[in-house]
């Protein structure tokens, strides 16, 4: 059964930092191009952070770049978010998801989900204050 379990979200005022992790299992973990995709309360999904199943490619949305990094461990099966100078723009529900076969990994972070169908966490709320 494949699982993704985010932690490490919290409160934080705005210029601080956190830092969230996904644990997953029930997959081949490094087969795989992972996300990090964030909804803030009544927007739609929006992809922020990928990264190739070896870790070798990586992207960011504008909204985000130059703050935050993603990072993967593929002999733990873990996939972080370092999340630094955070907005009060941030506040959200953080997902960790994986990025499935529906075309390559970049043509997939260009577009937004649409719905969390396939292999999504439960997401962890970070809430920044002003």
């Known amino acids: 059964q494949v699982q993704l379990v985010e932690s490490g979200g919290g409160s934080a005022q705005s210029g601080g930092s956190l830092r969230l992790s996904c644990a997953t299992s029930?997959?081949?973990?490094?087969?795989?191009?992972m996300n990090w995709v964030r909804q803030a309360p009544g927007m739609t999904l929006e992809r922020i952070a990928v990264?190739?199943?070896?870790?070798?490619?990586?992207g960011y949305a504008d909204s985000v770049k130059g703050r935050f990094t993603i990072s993967r461990d593929n002999d733990k099966g873990t996939l972080d978010l370092q999340m630094d100078s955070l907005k009060p723009e941030d506040t959200a529900m953080y997902y960790c998801?994986?990025?499935?076969?529906?075309?390559?990994?970049?043509?997939?972070?260009?577009?937004?989900?649409?719905?969390?169908?396939?292999?999504w966490g439960q997401g962890t709320q970070v809430t920044v204050s002003s």
């Open positions: 990264i190739s199943s070896d870790g070798n490619q990586i």
């Open positions: 029930g997959f081949t973990f490094r087969d795989y191009a």
């Open positions: 998801q994986v990025i499935g076969p529906d075309g390559s990994m970049w043509d997939q972070f260009r577009r937004p989900p649409r719905d969390k169908r396939g292999w």
